[in-house]
Nanobody, 116 residues
Framework: QVQLAESGGGLVQPGGSLRLSCVDS????????MGWFRQAPGKQRELVAT???????NYADSVKGRFTISRDNAKNTVYLQMNSLKPEDTAVYYC??????????WGQGTQVTVSS
């Protein structure tokens, strides 16, 4: 069964950085656009960033200039480098294939908490 496994979250102070990783266990990882999503308590899941199989990226306005998405097709892994973190970035972060028509079952996500 193809699965997604996110890691790298934690507790960080405002202004700090974290690097999230997500491994896709499928064999066709390199053909898919991948996305990072997040869900804060009491809010809907939102798209944070995407990266195509060719490496083109797109970001939500709220994270532009602070977050960087990248991928390593040889490792079936997508990354999210998060800098200048803010309390409003606190959420559970998930990755998945994009668009939703090709998405896998959601993984358990990784918790990011930004607090002093």
């Amino acid at each position: 069964q193809v699965q997604l496994a996110e890691s790298g979250g934690g507790l960080v102070q405002p202004g700090g950085s974290l690097r999230l990783s997500c491994v896709d266990s499928g064999i066709f990882f390199n053909i898919y656009t991948m996305g990072w999503f997040r869900q804060a308590p009491g809010k809907q899941r939102e798209l944070v960033a995407t990266i195509t199989n060719a490496g083109s990226t797109n970001y939500a306005d709220s994270v532009k200039g602070r977050f960087t998405i990248s991928r390593d097709n040889a490792k079936n892994t997508v990354y999210l480098q998060m800098n200048s973190l803010k309390p409003e970035d606190t959420a559970v972060y998930y990755c998945n294939r994009s668009p939703m028509s090709v998405a896998l079952p959601w993984g358990q996500g990784t918790q990011v908490t930004v607090s002093s």
